[in-house]
């Protein structure tokens, strides 16, 4: 176990998903931990003891603190990396690392899933809540299970006994100037782990899981080598694997009202939108299908704003918001709207909305909607903030 005991460590952007993993986990393993965010987040909940700063700028870091620091401040305060924090917990220990453009957080939290319904009591720092896990970080005493991001290339900081790689897609425009540059990358990756799975070299799984897609039965196919490599036998595992139900906010149905079902997702690239609506054809193949879509990086929007449409016109009517910024300063003549025009063009005829403000998109979708349909929120900023309206409207 990492030497944490008498470590202090301020986290900034301890709001965030893998931030506010990197703090329970340290924490529970003898750190004093405390941090700073612009504003409140559902992981905040966990770490509801912890002293907290919300503020528009992060303060000063208290005196004989580390500072831990979240990519999206880089820029405003100095000091170890989310990456380097990690790297110091993956070379502590026994370590299961997934990597790859799409399915990291599922994957990741189907190896943890499976090795905690086994007694194995995991160590995981996950991309999102599991709910079925109760957290998207635990500190056991067993495997470490981790992802890994290449959208800063701290991927390459870490050296598990394990690498799964999931696939490779140009996803990161800010950092990668080409595929081949990431392909690049995650083969460098690969030969520095222990042993490797190449998610793209495995057929699915052909046994019934409780989430639905063919990218899920991939991401499980996946799961399961890495298990057997880490000493779990197959049958055992997709014993356990079948009763998988899923991270927060990857297909997560979120509720039902006036004959509308609604689901929400983080799919954010086009072959995510793509994968998310095949998935819903599969559990709802005859219902319409209208997507609240929320662009997220002005570099992804530019790049892919064609290929965006393409994959948003599997739905039968669609609604953008403005980009959500994120980490990004604005680049001239980048909108929303530019997938708006390309989904117009590709699809004539189509009904596309376009609402800038978040908060008129939600009503927006409801005057489209009618019984037996299906609305999905989906896209990685806060279009999840629009899920209460959405019901709300609809009377649930």
Same mark, same amino acid.
Request: charged share 20%; glycine share 12%; proline share 5%.
């Given at each position: ?59 000063? @870091? ?8 979240? @990519? ?104 990668? @100037? ?13 030969? /520095?782990?222990?042993? $490797? ?40 595992? $997709?014993?356990?694997? /079948? ?77 953008? @918001? ?63 903030? $629009? ?10």
């Amino acid at each position: 176990m990492p030497a944490f005991d008498g470590r202090k460590l301020w986290f900034v952007g301890i709001g965030g998903a893998g931030m506010s993993a990197l703090a329970v986990v340290t924490r529970a393993w003898g750190a004093d931990v405390a941090g700073w965010d612009r504003h409140e987040t559902p992981y905040l909940e966990q770490l509801a003891d912890v002293e907290i700063a919300i503020s528009p700028s992060p303060p000063s @870091t208290p005196v004989d603190w580390e500072p831990v620091v979240s @990519t999206a401040y880089s820029a405003l305060v100095s000091g170890q990396s989310r990456g380097e924090l990690l790297a110091e917990l993956v070379s502590s220990r026994r370590a299961i690392v997934v990597a790859g453009a799409h399915g990291k957080t599922t994957t990741a939290a189907m190896i943890a899933f499976c090795l905690h319904e086994l007694g194995l009591d995991p160590a995981f720092l996950i991309g999102g809540s599991v709910p079925q896990l109760g957290s998207n970080a635990g500190a056991g005493e067993g495997w470490l299970v981790a992802e890994g991001d290449e959208s800063d290339r701290s991927l390459e900081l870490l050296r598990p006994e394990i690498g799964v790689l999931t696939n490779i897609d140009l996803d990161h425009h800010s950092t990668f @100037t080409s595929r081949g540059e990431v392909e690049e990358l995650f083969t460098r990756w690969l030969e /520095g782990c222990g042993s $490797a799975v190449t998610g793209d070299a495995l057929e699915p799984v052909s046994f019934e899981l409780a989430v639905a897609g063919d990218h899920n039965r991939r991401n499980a196919a996946a799961a399961l080598a890495a298990l057997e490599l880490a000493g779990v036998e197959p049958v055992e595992a $997709a014993g356990v694997l /079948g009763h998988f139900r899923g991270a927060g906010r990857r297909l997560e149905l979120r509720g039902a009202a006036a004959g509308v079902t609604l689901y929400d997702d983080y799919a954010h690239h086009p072959a995510e939108v793509e994968a998310t609506l095949n998935a819903i054809r599969e559990l709802h193949p005859a219902a319409r299908v209208h997507v609240l879509f929320q662009p997220h990086l002005y570099t992804r929007t530019r790049y892919l704003a064609e290929e965006l449409a393409a994959a948003l016109s599997r739905a039968d009517a669609v609604c953008l @918001t403005e980009i959500y910024a994120a980490r990004e300063e604005p680049l001239p003549g980048v909108t929303g709207k530019i997938v708006v025009d390309a989904l117009a063009r590709r699809r004539p005829g189509m009904w596309v909305g376009w609402a800038p403000e978040l908060g008129d998109a939600g009503p927006m979708v409801i005057r489209a909607a009618r019984d037996g349909d299906i609305v999905v929120t989906m896209g990685a900023g806060n279009v999840d903030d $629009a899920v209460a309206v959405i019901l709300g409207r609809l009377g649930g």
